[in-house]
């Protein structure tokens, strides 16, 4: 298992800080609230937690302060604190919508743009260029597998590279995503990483797979 505390600096762009609302504090607030997810015209969702129920209706108070009946089928269930900014979200407890937009929006915040969701990698565009695409980044993956290192697209890469050596079969990666979601600069991720792995697999060490490959491909704006 790869240590922050071993790495270079830029590792804080991929792992997780330690958060006080993963502490037993935290945890038993939560539990105390009766925490959950309602509608919200501006935010989608909004916590809330539950006053009292009555048949169908359930009576809210927000996080302002103020209070709502809502309908019983209009909440969704909360995840306990230690679930929060989860690197994979299949673990979470309850799976729903209220949940997977909180949790993204979580990490995004913190600069961590990688999520996995199961067998899938969920990534949200920074607008911004990160420093986790170097060198050195590059080899904290090689051959690694998935849980031993943060959600990044080099994961996926060098599990599907491993499997195509091993089991001598031809594998695909799918970059799926709407008008400037980041497809195209990931799939350029994709090729620098398997340049770097398939050279260093060669043995070539007098050129830098990095720099070749970048100085091959047209530079995209931070927007992707």
């Known amino acids: 298992m790869v240590q922050k505390g071993d790495l270079h600096p830029d590792i804080k762009y991929l792992f997780l800080e330690n958060d006080f609302r993963n502490s037993g504090v935290a945890q038993a607030d939560w539990a105390a609230k009766k925490m959950v997810w309602v509608p919200s015209e501006r935010q989608g969702f909004e916590p809330a937690s539950i006053k009292e129920e009555q048949g169908e209706q359930v009576l809210v108070e927000l996080s302002n302060g103020q209070k709502a009946t809502v309908n019983k089928d209009d909440i969704q269930k909360m995840n306990p604190p230690k679930f929060s900014k989860v690197e994979d979200m299949a673990a979470l407890t309850f799976l729903n919508e209220a949940s997977v937009l909180h949790n993204l929006q979580e990490r995004y915040f913190s600069s961590l743009i990688y999520t996995y969701s199961g067998l899938f990698c969920v990534v949200v565009n920074p607008y911004k260029m990160l420093p986790i695409y170097s060198e050195k980044i590059i080899e904290m993956y090689k051959g690694k597998k ?79």
């Open 146 to 224: 998935r849980h031993e290192v943060p959600p990044h697209i080099y994961s996926i890469t060098d599990n599907a590279y491993r499997n195509m050596l091993q089991d001598r079969e031809d594998q695909s990666i799918l970059c799926t995503g709407e008008s400037g979601a980041g497809k195209t600069e990931n799939t350029k991720k994709v090729i620098q990483y398997l340049a770097v792995v398939a050279s260093s697999h060669k043995g070539k060490k007098d050129v830098n797979p990095v720099s070749s490959f970048q100085s091959q491909t047209p530079s995209d704006p931070p927007g992707w």
